[in-house]
């Protein structure tokens, strides 16, 4: 009786100690399961991070490509306006010389006439004389 007793209780050992080992390797697939879909999850997270770095990395590129063209064209603008604003300066100056030119002439004009006409009237008083 003794005998199978212990022989009973070795068995029923042995069956718990399968059952565990069981549990144990369902535990341990359950844990990898687990893992693998979580890395799956942040993995899917990493990529969509990565992609939107990538894009935005080119996004930055273009915009600093237009910023600098942006720059040239406004400074090729603002040259224009410069050279366009010294050619009207040249023009005002060129207006303003005519000017005095003609103001001087009109003196010459009123100069010469005067002295034709008091020419004209020493010629005429000589001529009475």
Do not use: C, P
């Amino acid at each position: 009786m003794l005998n199978s007793m212990v022989k009973e209780h070795q068995s029923k050992q042995i069956k718990r100690k399968q059952e565990q080992e069981i549990k144990r390797k369902e535990a341990i697939e359950a844990s990898n399961e687990l893992t693998k879909a979580l890395v799956e999850h942040l993995n899917v997270g990493v990529a969509q991070a990565y992609l939107n770095q990538k894009r935005l990395d080119s996004e930055a590129k273009q915009l600093h490509a237009g910023a600098t063209n942006f720059a040239k064209q406004t400074q090729q603008w603002l040259q224009l306006i410069d050279n366009f604003s010294s050619a009207l300066k040249e023009l005002g100056d060129v207006e303003n010389w005519a000017r005095s030119i003609e103001s001087d002439m009109l003196v010459i004009q009123q100069t010469l006439e005067i002295a034709y006409k008091t020419s004209r009237q020493i010629q005429s008083t000589q001529d009475s004389n």
